[in-house]
């Protein structure tokens, strides 16, 4: 059994409302969960405590019996200092292919050089 801390939507339309729970992974995002640790409400301003709630000491026993976080819910994690996360990578797909990067090199190469 694969077990993830993650987020739950609720909430009405246009007025997202969140769980952060800990549930099997193959379970559905809004479906049946082992635990309820916490709440985000993504309206309220950053700066808001009411922002994320979240139970510590829950959250740590989860993340010591082997519970894997989101990546949205590491972040909240991390906030919280229960864990260290690592920032991630941009994919090779965003990245321009061989013969943009060609284009610009030669845009940048010809328009130093009548500048010098």
């Not at 193959?26 to 479906?31: A, I, L």
């Not at 916490?38 to 989860?62: C, F, I, M, Q, Y």
């Amino acid at each position: 059994m694969s077990v993830k801390i993650r987020l739950s939507r609720g909430g009405t339309k246009k007025r997202p409302y969140y769980y952060i729970v800990v549930a099997e992974s193959s379970s559905p995002r809004d479906g049946r969960y082992i635990e309820q640790i916490g709440t985000h409400n993504p309206l309220l301003p950053k700066d808001s405590a009411d922002r994320v709630k979240l139970d510590v000491e829950r959250a740590r026993h989860w993340l010591k019996v082997g519970a894997q976080p989101s990546d949205r819910v590491s972040r909240f994690l991390d906030a919280a200092g229960l864990m260290k996360r690592e920032p991630r990578q941009s994919v090779e797909k965003a990245k321009p292919k061989k013969k943009r990067q060609e284009r610009e090199a030669a845009a940048a190469g010809g328009e130093a050089k009548p500048a010098a």
